[in-house]
């Protein structure tokens, strides 16, 4: 669903509500009400104050994330893990800068492996001496996708936000303090008692509470932190995790496992028939990956894919490249071939082989070409080439292509890379050289392509994918393919997004719900 339809939803749904908070308050004034209205009022929201307050005040409103150690944690691991603990207390506050400090977690990653791996190898000069580095990835690895869970989970929004915007919110908040401040203190001059309490109100009501929910919020994603990191680092001190991450979590998962379910599967239960990987061709969008050797295809597969990577299965195509199957429910498959490609000197016959094969099965071709390379005379011949051979074969067509010009965050200024850059019209020294760019590669291909689309495809930094390049692979083809293009690599993870955010409001809400009722029996 689109963000649009979200909203209309939202309104629809309210308009009611706020009708009838219209209609009774002002039925309350009218009447004369409003005076005895005012106190159960007060009283409720002066009790959420105080409650709100109080479950504040430890680490508490947020689940506990160290869980009690496994049952097959020796007296070793458990003292190894008193030390995390210990650690995970000392921070009785973290700032927002030190969150967002990458040092910061260095250390306390560095200052706990010394200190765990002390009880294990007493002897070792650093602490990760005694381990092999697979077993050291593994950590880090299992560490981070437990740490990720836990905030998806709990922290609503949590994988819309960056890390620049939580700087922001906090800067945010500094001048909504300013903002209030100045209005106090032009208040209080006006009527000094009624200013005077409103900002006694504030400061140590609201504002404060406003500081408490966000301190402990930040402090427990800390703990979150030490305390993953801390119990792999037991995990691998101890020596279980040499058999990889995999296996692991295979054990683990058989641990936890009630001991009926092994034994409830059949002994001998028929083979399953084997999955269809490749649905008919007729029903897939084809789209095939060209250029030169190092243009970035295969980070611009990459890319596209992204968060899908799940979804996908490869497929090696011989002599041609490698094929990734993407099917989600509901639409037609699309499928990307990203081939070899060829030399600076252009294709040799078998490179160009690989090119006619890709691109016969294909409804579209995207052409990569580096954006700092200044010549494309190897891109032109090999364009040229395919569209003679298409010609001598009537009864193939040679699909739309749609250059890609990536890399352009090497363009000048180099050093310089923030996107999302305005290239089109945009007046930043970096969106005028993409803009230059651009034209130049329109001027060199010519009517070879029907859309030129500038995009930096480097992992992390990705730039032009979503809100350039894939529109403008699915304006190219029919509606139907089109629109599965989109929702393979973009409108799903959109509507998806929202979707997770609800899912995260609901688990944070069940868990406030459970603290209650755990504070209540108290
Ligand atoms: N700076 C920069 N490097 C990129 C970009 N895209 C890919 N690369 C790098 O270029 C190299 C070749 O990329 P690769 O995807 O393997 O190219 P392929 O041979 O065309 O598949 C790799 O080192 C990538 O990290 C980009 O947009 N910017
Ligand atoms: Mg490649």
């Avoid at 669903?1 to 009838?20: E, S």
């Avoid at 009218?30 to 007060?42: L, S, T, V």
């Avoid at 990536?406 to 305005?422: H, T």
């Avoid at 930043?428 to 392509?449: F, H, N, W, Y």
């Amino acid at each position: 669903m689109t963000k649009v339809r979200l909203a209309t939803l939202a309104a629809l749904f309210f308009a009611p509500w706020l009708f009838l908070v219209g209609v009774g308050g002002y039925h309350l004034w009218d009447r004369g009400w409003w005076f005895w209205a005012w106190w159960p009022m007060c009283l409720s929201f002066g009790l959420a104050y105080f409650l709100a307050y109080r479950w504040t005040r430890g680490r508490g409103l947020l689940p506990d994330t160290d869980q009690p150690p496994p049952n097959y944690w020796t007296d070793r691991d458990k003292a190894a893990w008193e030390l995390v603990q210990a650690k995970a207390r000392a921070y009785a506050a973290v700032s927002a800068d030190q969150l967002g400090d990458p040092r910061h977690y260095t250390e306390i990653a560095l200052d706990l492996s010394e200190k765990v791996s002390a009880i294990y190898a007493p002897g070792s000069a650093t602490p990760i001496d005694h381990l092999t580095i697979p077993e050291i990835l593994a950590c880090v690895e299992l560490a981070a996708a437990d740490l990720d869970e836990l905030v998806r989970k709990y922290l609503p929004g949590s994988h819309m936000l960056r890390v620049r915007d939580y700087q922001r919110a906090r800067q945010a908040a500094d001048w909504y303090r300013t903002g209030q401040n100045v209005y106090w203190a032009g208040s209080t001059l006006l009527n000094p008692v009624e200013g005077g309490l409103r900002w006694l109100a504030t400061r140590y009501g609201l504002g404060n509470l406003v500081d408490r929910l966000q301190g402990n919020v930040l402090l427990w994603v800390h703990t979150a932190f030490v305390h993953q990191l801390g119990h792999y680092l037991v995990e691998m001190n101890s020596g279980r995790l040499k058999v990889g991450v995999k296996r692991y979590r295979e054990l683990i998962a058989a641990h936890l496992a009630p001991p009926m379910q092994a034994d409830l599967a059949p002994p001998d239960a028929p083979e399953q028939p084997a999955p269809t990987t490749t649905p008919p061709a007729a029903t897939r969008t084809g789209i095939a990956v060209l250029g030169p050797v190092k243009a970035g295809k295969s980070s611009l597969v990459n890319a596209l894919l992204g968060q899908q990577a799940a979804t996908v299965d490869t497929l090696p195509v011989p002599h041609v490249g490698v094929r990734y199957n993407l099917s989600l429910n509901g639409t037609s498959p699309v499928t990307i071939l990203d081939t070899a490609g060829y030399g600076q000197d252009g294709a040799n016959e078998a490179e160009f082989a690989a090119a006619t094969k890709a691109s016969t099965e294909a409804d579209l071709i995207l052409f990569v070409t580096p954006a700092t390379n200044p010549g494309r005379r190897a891109d032109v011949d090999l364009l040229d080439r395919l569209k003679a051979w298409f010609a001598e074969r009537p009864q193939l067509k040679l699909p739309p292509v749609i250059a890609v010009v990536n890399q352009i965050d090497l363009l000048s200024p180099k050093a310089e890379w923030a996107p999302p850059y305005n290239w089109p019209t945009g007046t930043r020294p970096k969106e005028v050289t993409i803009r230059d760019c651009v034209a130049a590669v329109r001027e060199q291909l010519g009517s070879r392509v029907i859309a030129v689309v500038p995009v930096c495809a480097r992992g992390g930094d990705a730039f032009g994918i979503k809100e350039g390049l894939v529109p403008a692979v699915a304006a190219q083809l029919d509606d139907a393919r089109g629109a599965a293009v989109l929702r393979a690599f973009h409108a799903e993870a959109e509507a998806d997004q929202w979707k997770r955010v609800g899912a995260q409001v609901l688990e944070g809400g069940k868990k406030a719900l459970g603290i209650l009722w755990g504070n209540l029996k108290k």
